[in-house]
């Protein structure tokens, strides 16, 4: 290109960009919640949102604001991790989890599965439902982690609008089940709540990809739509913890549009779909 | 500034559209030569659940390669980006893509105001923004954010498109640099590497 051409207008060093990383730091600092490694852009339209939630004219207000009102904080980080789940979302991805991985997993005495970033719990469940469908679920404990408290307590009541439960329903049907949804859940007041018996076999709990380690090994992860949101070095933290976690060729599923090839791990996995970004540690890896 | 060419050649372009904007596509992506200079980002309203096949269907009928939006990908020179189906497509600084699933923004994932507003932020004056055909004011904010960033910006002329929407939208949230129909976008964006 033109060697004259003048530079871009914000190379980091804008105003919005400076007070961005300068909020950012500060939330770190005082909350411990890590969004440093974060994909600046969509963090910005979110903290938009949340400065007009919160009537801030600038983010430097809103920094104002949560260094010195404590209860203003969970309000953002509300906001910063905005629920977007929904169950079955993608169902090709649950069809090639049935179709693939679930009669490696079948041999199996027991199993232990982890949804990472399970926000307000529907990944959690419907692979609860599906290992259920699968005859699993009696023997799997399935870890569902997230860094907001307030999505995990929703998450553990397992309670979703009606107005959603047409789209899981259609997603479900799609996934390969060979059951209806409504056979999982009881309706009233507007609400459709599922069934206990899924609850048992799953532990919500917090825990940061940015900030911890790997608590326990488990033989599947799943973490969709969420490795999207962080910049380079956060997903190689993220897939590198994964590698840690799984077992001896263990399983990683992976969003629709993500993939390990930023990462240096991706070296340590073996690619089982394309189309479904599922992925198998390899051996010794 | 002479009519039909632009002030400084773009370091970017992006260009977004919804119904109609399939045919207007068709006209100016396939005028952009081999060896164009600038990536090229591209929004479109479709449905969601329907693997996408517009890298498919332009790679046939363009000189520059044409790709479906990855997550955290470099951005090559020359290279025709859509946005993915149900995913938001912005521009990070580097530059490289990322995608979102956050809300629809105007009903639309991917929204053409997320996209224009993101490469905004990161070429500035250094971006030319174009708003298609459509049944949509997605699109509107987004021009209104090149324009402030002192970027450039094209409309199709309304009379022009088959759904005016968009357009008229974007017309009236800010005052577009050039309203053209579609051979006269067409014969301006082949001029850009001249």
Same mark, same amino acid.
């Given at each position: 290109m033109d060697a004259e051409i003048e530079p871009a207008a914000d190379d980091g060093t804008g105003g919005c960009a400076i007070e961005q990383r300068l909020l950012l730091e500060a939330i770190y600092q005082k909350y411990h919640y890590d969004f440093r490694g974060y994909a600046p852009a969509s963090i910005r339209r979110r903290l938009e949102t949340a400065m007009g939630r919160m009537s801030c004219g600038t983010l430097s207000q809103l920094q104002d604001r949560i260094l010195h009102d404590g209860s203003a904080f969970p309000s953002l980080l509300d906001t910063l991790t905005v629920p977007v789940s929904e169950?079955?979302?993608?169902?090709?991805?649950?069809?090639?989890?049935?179709?693939?991985?679930?009669?490696?997993?079948?041999?199996?005495?027991?199993?232990?599965?982890?949804?990472?970033?399970?926000?307000?719990?529907?990944?959690?469940?419907?692979?609860?439902?599906?290992?259920?469908?699968?005859?699993?679920?009696?023997?799997?404990?399935?870890?569902?982690?997230?860094?907001?408290?307030?999505?995990?307590?929703?998450?553990?009541?397992?309670?979703?609008?009606?107005?959603?439960?047409?789209?899981?329903?259609?997603?479900?049907?799609?996934?390969?089940?060979?059951?209806?949804?409504?056979?999982?859940?009881?309706?009233?007041?507007?609400?459709?709540?599922?069934?206990?018996?899924?609850?048992?076999?799953?532990?919500?709990?917090?825990?940061?990809?940015?900030?911890?380690?790997?608590?326990?090994?488990?033989?599947?992860?799943?973490?969709?739509?969420?490795?999207?949101?962080?910049?380079?070095?956060?997903?190689?933290?993220?897939?590198?913890?994964?590698?840690?976690?799984?077992?001896?060729?263990?399983?990683?599923?992976?969003?629709?549009?993500?993939?390990?090839?930023?990462?240096?791990?991706?070296?340590?996995?073996?690619?089982?779909?394309?189309?479904?970004?599922?992925?198998?540690?390899k051996e010794g890896a | 500034m002479r009519p039909g060419t632009l002030p400084t050649p773009p370091h970017a372009i992006v260009i977004g559209g919804s119904a109609g904007a399939l045919e207007a596509l068709g006209a100016l992506l396939p005028a952009l030569p081999s060896g164009f200079p600038a990536p090229v980002f591209i929004v479109l309203h479709l449905p969601r659940d329907i693997p996408s096949m517009l890298a498919q269907i332009f790679a046939a009928k363009c000189?520059?390669?044409?790709?479906?939006?990855?997550?955290?990908?470099?951005?090559?020179?020359?290279?025709?980006?859509?946005?993915?189906?149900?995913?938001? +497509?912005?521009?990070?600084?580097?530059?490289? *893509?990322?995608? /979102?699933?956050? @809300?629809?923004?105007? +009903?639309?994932?991917?929204?053409?105001?997320? *996209?224009?507003? /993101?490469?905004? @932020?990161?070429?500035g004056r250094s971006l030319l923004g174009i708003i298609l055909s459509g049944a949509s004011a997605d699109g509107a904010a987004g021009l209104a954010a090149v324009r402030s960033a002192g970027g450039f910006t094209i409309v199709q002329d309304p009379q022009s498109a088959p759904m005016p929407l968009m357009t008229t939208s974007a017309l009236e949230r800010c005052q577009a640099d050039c309203v053209l129909p579609l051979d006269q976008i067409a014969a301006l964006l082949r001029r850009i590497d001249r």
């Open positions: 169950m079955f979302r993608d169902p090709g991805y649950f069809r090639a989890v049935r179709e693939q991985i679930v009669p490696l997993l079948k041999t199996y005495p027991s199993l232990k599965v982890w949804v990472a970033g399970c926000s307000t719990g529907e990944e959690a469940y419907s692979l609860a439902i599906l290992l259920h469908e699968e005859g699993l679920l009696e023997r799997t404990l399935i870890y569902a982690t997230d860094i907001n408290p307030r999505w995990l307590e929703a998450a553990q009541a397992g309670v979703y609008g009606l107005d959603r439960i047409a789209q899981f329903t259609d997603n479900h049907r799609r996934s390969g089940a060979g059951r209806s949804l409504s056979e999982y859940y009881t309706a009233a007041y507007g609400r459709a709540a599922l069934d206990r018996s899924f609850k048992q076999h799953i532990v919500f709990s917090d825990h940061s990809l940015a900030t911890d380690s790997v608590f326990a090994e488990v033989e599947l992860i799943s973490c969709r739509n969420v490795l999207i949101y962080f910049k380079h070095e956060l997903q190689s933290r993220a897939i590198g913890l994964f590698r840690e976690a799984l077992c001896r060729k263990g399983f990683l599923g992976i969003g629709a549009k993500e993939s390990l090839r930023f990462s240096t791990h991706e070296p340590a996995f073996t690619e089982l779909s394309r189309e479904h970004r599922l992925f198998q540690k | 000189a520059l390669p044409v790709t479906e939006a990855e997550d955290k990908e470099p951005i090559r020179p020359g290279t025709i980006y859509f946005a993915p189906p149900d995913y938001h +497509l912005l521009i990070e600084q580097g530059p490289y *893509l990322a995608l /979102s699933v956050d @809300d629809p923004v105007n +009903l639309s994932r991917p929204s053409i105001d997320v *996209l224009f507003e /993101s490469a905004a @932020d990161v070429y």
